[in-house]
Nanobody, 123 residues
Framework: QVQLVESGGGLVHSGGSLRLICAGT????????MAWFRQAPGQEREFVAW????????HYADSAKGRFTISRDIAKNTVDLQMNSLNTEDTAVYYC????????????????WGQGTQVTVSS
C-alpha cells in the first residue's frame, strides 16, 4: 500500500517557477515508478514526467522537456517536480502517481494517486 500527498502548488506569474513535492508512505516505495500528471479544466489528465524506482531513468512529455525536472529522494520518500519558465498553459491540477508496470505515459499504469495540488500561472 502506498499513500501519496502533494504540496507546493500555488499562483505564479508567467515565466516564474514552482517546485512540487510528493511525499510517499509505504515500505516498498522505491519499488514504484513515480510520475506527475496534470489535468486542466475540461481536459483529460495528461502525462508530465516519470522517474524509475531508484531514480536512474526519467522521461518527459514534450511540453515539459527543457523546463521541468523530476527527481526523487530515496531517503525522504519524496518525488519532486521542479517547474521553470511556466506559462498559462501549465495551469492545472498536478497529481503524483505510483505504479509498478505498464506504459508510464498512461494513467492506467499507476495504481496509486495523490489528491492533487493546484498550479495557476497568470499572464
Amino acid at each position: 500500500q502506498v499513500q501519496l500527498v502533494e504540496s507546493g502548488g500555488g499562483l505564479v506569474h508567467s515565466g516564474g517557477s514552482l517546485r512540487l513535492i510528493c511525499a510517499g508512505t509505504g515500505r516498498t516505495f522505491t519499488n514504484y515508478r513515480m510520475a506527475w500528471f496534470r489535468q486542466a479544466p475540461g481536459q483529460e489528465r495528461e502525462f508530465v514526467a516519470w522517474i524509475t524506482g531508484l531514480g536512474v531513468s526519467t522521461h518527459y512529455a514534450d511540453s515539459a522537456k527543457g523546463r521541468f525536472t523530476i527527481s526523487r529522494d530515496i531517503a525522504k520518500n519524496t518525488v519532486d517536480l521542479q517547474m521553470n519558465s511556466l506559462n498559462t498553459e501549465d495551469t492545472a491540477v498536478y497529481y503524483c502517481a505510483a505504479g509498478l508496470q505498464g506504459d508510464g505515459r498512461r494513467s492506467r499504469a499507476y495504481e496509486y494517486w495523490g489528491q492533487g495540488t493546484q498550479v495557476t500561472v497568470s499572464s
